[in-house]
């Protein structure tokens, strides 16, 4: 299904613009979701605070209240999240674009490699090492990824260096479970490490292959990407 608000809709509206947008996403992904959100954070509310006016613990009804908007927050969070990956899931760059959300302080470089048939793959840092992520045609990301791999660790050294291939045949990772797959990953390297690690990487330029032939005229040549840092 086709996301009706793009990423810069979302990027250019206010707070409570942002929330309603999100809110139709995840109504158009799931129907139930937003019902089911306002039901358990009512449900919550009137419970503690019907304990609350019956036994006389007055202070069970702002802890309902609070506890009620808190269950609500965290369910309505987790459906637009699965809104999210739903609504990105088999478009290009969509690993990038749960790399660049990802929680902890990660950096974050898209197509650090690439060829000419749009497949690419992206690098992310943190404690666990570095990342190489691939999207595209399986075998050759497969290249891509042993290629980036091969130049990482002459700066890398002994860094561990771990490679996923986004996708929903056998061996790859669904969109939606690229974050959660990450953030599991063992801490290996100490803050400092990670540090250490991003600036011996700036030496190594994006490596992307052009297309042969002339380059038509009157094209303005794309920006590279830059690292970001998340």
């Known amino acids: 299904m086709v996301d009706k608000?793009?990423?810069?809709?979302?990027?250019?509206?206010g707070r409570l613009k942002q929330m309603r947008m999100v809110a139709g996403l995840v109504n158009q992904q799931n129907k139930r979701a937003l019902p089911l959100t306002f039901g358990s954070a009512a449900a919550i509310m009137?419970?503690?605070?019907?304990?609350?006016?019956?036994?006389?613990?007055?202070?069970?009804?702002?802890?309902?209240?609070?506890?009620?908007l808190l269950a609500?927050?965290?369910?309505?969070?987790?459906?637009?999240?699965?809104?999210?990956?739903?609504?990105?899931?088999?478009?290009?760059g969509a690993a990038a674009?749960?790399?660049q959300n990802m929680r902890g302080n990660w950096t974050v470089t898209p197509a650090v490699t690439a060829n000419r048939n749009l497949d690419v793959v992206h690098r992310a840092v943190g404690r666990p090492g570095v990342v190489l992520v691939g999207e595209g045609v399986p075998g050759r990301v497969t290249?891509?990824?042993?290629a980036e791999k091969k130049r990482t660790s002459r700066v890398a050294h002994d860094v561990p260096i771990f490679e996923f291939q986004v996708g929903d045949e056998e061996g790859q990772v669904p969109v939606r479970k690229l974050q959660r797959k990450i953030l599991r990953l063992p801490r290996n390297l100490k803050p400092a490490a990670v540090s250490d690690l991003n600036y011996r990487l700036k030496?190594?330029?994006?490596?992307?292959q052009m297309p042969k032939g002339p380059m038509p005229k009157n094209v303005r040549q794309p920006k590279m990407p830059r690292p970001k840092a998340r």
């Open 143 to 146: 290249q891509l990824i042993a």
């Open 46 to 68: 009137v419970v503690l605070v019907v304990i609350g006016v019956v036994l006389g613990q007055w202070f069970l009804i702002p802890i309902g209240v609070l506890l009620g």
């Open 203 to 208: 030496a190594l330029q994006p490596s992307l």
């Open 72 to 92: 609500g927050t965290i369910l309505f969070g987790r459906f637009a999240q699965s809104a999210q990956f739903a609504a990105i899931d088999g478009q290009p």
């Open 97 to 99: 674009a749960v790399l």
């Open 5 to 13: 608000y793009s990423a810069d809709d979302l990027a250019n509206a």
